[in-house]
């Protein structure tokens, strides 16, 4: 079992920062790869950005590559999403998720193991 807790949502200005905090707790950290998901009210929850055990290897949306930093900290058991000019269609609630299989990078909600309950951040024009 692995508990995930999210946190650092808010509501922003366009062009402004925030960011996500992922805490997880249940399973050793370092054994599994990462990723944050979004999703806006009435769509589906869509990937963001993913990273591996080590950190080393990250992946990222082509809508938030260049504005978005996905990084870990495996002593102290979190992940972190740091979103920089935020625009408008950012607006959504925040999910971080464990891939405990951690073969590669994955956009796919389907080989995420475990989840939070989410965050939600808002982006004002």
């Known amino acids: 079992q692995v508990q995930l807790v999210e946190s650092g949502g808010g509501l922003v200005q366009a062009g402004g920062s925030l960011r996500l905090s992922c805490a997880a707790s249940?399973?050793?950290?370092?054994?599994?790869?990462m990723g944050w998901f979004r999703q806006a009210p009435g769509k589906e929850r869509t990937f963001v950005a993913a990273?591996?055990?080590?950190?080393?290897?990250?992946y990222y949306s082509h809508s938030v590559k260049g504005r978005f930093t996905i990084s870990r900290d495996n002593a102290k058991n979190t992940v972190y999403l740091q979103m920089n000019s935020l625009i408008p269609e950012d607006t959504a609630v925040y999910y971080c998720?464990?891939?405990?299989?951690?073969?590669?990078?994955?956009?796919?909600?389907?080989?995420?193991?475990?989840w939070g309950q989410g965050t939600q951040v808002t982006v004002s024009s």
């Open positions: 998720a464990a891939d405990l299989r951690a073969l590669g990078l994955t956009t796919h909600l389907s080989d995420y193991d475990y």
């Open positions: 249940g399973r050793t950290f370092r054994d599994y790869a």
């Open positions: 990273i591996n055990r080590s950190g080393g290897t990250t």
